[in-house]
């Protein structure tokens, strides 16, 4: 990991946390159960899903650090993360979650928020200290095509930022 790749993982991942948590810690009972209709998911449920999420995109980072590198890296383009960026956090296009990240919407506040705490802690603690050339590995994504491991690895934050949103417009209709 380079140090330009650590830093900005680092800020994505502090500037969502701080957004995440901003954003559901005060909310009431009600405002964390509202589903403004049956399609659409509850402050709950996109909560989990958050944290269902991140611990699956750090499982993919684990697992292309397991395999044998690339003999070539993929490069990490301004244009790639501006993309990234734009189409993530920005909430352009929708893709259905996959079943294995799809909320329950039954845990509580207090459980979503230990959940992503800890994953977060653990996430800060691999990019504190991870060595390994991130381009050196990738894999494709259904949407995006080919990214590397540090496109995977800030996939987590840009998604977090994505679904803060779509909390938002849950709560504008609460």
Do not use: C
């Given at each position: 990991?380079?140090?330009?790749?650590?830093?900005?993982?680092?800020?994505?991942?502090?500037?969502?946390?701080?957004?995440?948590?901003?954003?559901?810690?005060?909310?009431?009972?009600?405002?964390?159960?509202?589903?403004?209709?049956?399609?659409?998911?509850?402050?709950?449920?996109?909560?989990?899903?958050?944290?269902?999420?991140?611990?699956?995109?750090?499982?993919?980072?684990?697992?292309?650090?397991?395999?044998?590198?690339?003999?070539?890296?993929?490069?990490?383009?301004?244009?790639?993360?501006?993309?990234?960026?734009?189409?993530?956090?920005?909430?352009?296009?929708?893709?259905?979650?996959?079943?294995?990240?799809?909320?329950?919407?039954?845990?509580?506040?207090?459980?979503?928020?230990?959940?992503?705490?800890?994953?977060?802690?653990?996430?800060?603690?691999?990019?504190e200290t991870n060595q390994?050339?991130?381009?050196?590995?990738?894999?494709?994504?259904?949407?995006?095509?080919?990214?590397?491991?540090?496109?995977?690895?800030?996939?987590?934050?840009?998604?977090?930022?994505?679904?803060?949103?779509?909390?938002?417009?849950?709560?504008?209709?609460?």
């Open positions: 990991m380079t140090p330009d790749q650590r830093q900005t993982a680092l800020t994505l991942l502090n500037a969502s946390a701080s957004a995440f948590l901003d954003t559901i810690t005060p909310l009431t009972p009600a405002q964390w159960t509202h589903q403004p209709n049956p399609e659409q998911w509850s402050v709950a449920q996109v909560a989990e899903h958050v944290v269902l999420a991140e611990a699956a995109l750090f499982r993919k980072v684990q697992a292309l650090l397991a395999a044998p590198p690339n003999s070539e890296p993929l490069e990490s383009t301004p244009a790639t993360l501006a993309e990234l960026n734009q189409v993530l956090a920005g909430r352009q296009g929708r893709v259905p979650a996959p079943p294995t990240i799809l909320p329950s919407g039954t845990w509580p506040q207090t459980e979503v928020t230990e959940r992503f705490l800890a994953h977060r802690q653990h996430l800060l603690a691999f990019i390994q050339p991130l381009d050196h590995y990738s894999a494709n994504n259904a949407f995006f095509g080919p990214l590397s491991a540090f496109h995977w690895l800030i996939y987590a934050p840009l998604h977090t930022q994505r679904h803060i949103l779509q909390i938002n417009e849950i709560l504008a209709h609460a």
